[in-house]
């Protein structure tokens, strides 16, 4: 049981170049979601899914594209990336069946930037 | 506007003393207060969470400390230790795994 794993582990870009992150997990979770990490700035909510073919922004979602066509992945694109989009990324996910209070697993996270 | 409002930024313990972190928020419907572990370089972990329903919850070293009237929860980390060492997320969310919302984080140092 691998949890929630993420593809890659680092990747440099130019600005203007786009790029996809893999999230993938095993533990059969219905919602999912990406979070960026800036110093200072905690965990903020990119986008969200609460099921296979269904997203939904969140706190920042400008310059992020998403798709969730297997229930298991979740990938996180960016068509043109900007330097402002240097941070780290964590994906999570999280089970819809049980009780409402189900932790949320996060993945080890992608660290990108954007020159 | 920031939901859930973390403090201090940092935090500095000596070996064997009290760590204290505080949160609050503002809305109240959410129902579900989770804090995260996190080591550098790895992703957050659940550390301990409370409901509302409850004061209190204590695992090992690690207290949760819930006020619902001031819309305030705390973590106390008794006998901080070096290996505890990380940032430190507190959360919320509203009934129903609407997506969490985080504070902006404490580092703690704890120094020998």
């Known amino acids: 049981n691998a949890g929630v794993t993420q593809t890659p582990k680092f990747r440099v870009l130019k600005t203007g170049q786009s790029m996809t992150l893999l999230c993938a997990q095993d533990m059969n979770h219905e919602y999912m979601y990406w979070y960026r990490q800036d110093p200072g700035m905690g965990l903020r909510l990119i986008h969200y899914?609460?099921?296979?073919?269904?997203?939904a922004k969140g706190e920042v979602p400008d310059g992020y594209n998403v798709s969730r066509l297997k229930k298991q992945n979740f990938l996180l694109g960016l068509e043109s990336a900007a330097p402002s989009q240097t941070s780290v990324y964590f994906c999570a996910s999280v089970t819809r069946t049980g009780q409402d209070y189900n932790e949320q697993f996060f993945g080890p996270g992608t660290r990108l930037t954007v020159l | 506007q920031q939901q859930v409002k973390q403090s201090p930024q940092s935090l500095i313990v000596q070996k064997g003393g009290i760590s204290i972190i505080n949160c609050a928020y503002e809305?109240?419907?959410?129902?579900?207060f989770p804090w995260y572990q996190q080591f550098p370089g790895k992703g957050p972990a659940l550390l301990i969470a409370?409901?509302?329903?409850?004061s209190e919850k204590k695992e090992g070293r690690f207290t949760i400390s819930f006020n619902k009237s001031a819309k305030q929860f705390s973590l106390h980390i008794m006998d901080s230790q070096p290996g505890d060492s990380a940032t430190y997320f507190c959360?919320?969310?509203?009934?129903?795994?609407?997506?969490?919302?985080f504070g902006k984080g404490t580092r703690l140092s704890v120094i020998a």
């Open positions: 959360a919320a969310r509203i009934t129903g795994n609407t997506p969490l919302v």
């Open positions: 899914s609460v099921g296979e073919g269904t997203t």
């Open positions: 409370i409901r509302p329903d409850v």
């Open positions: 809305n109240t419907a959410f129902d579900y």
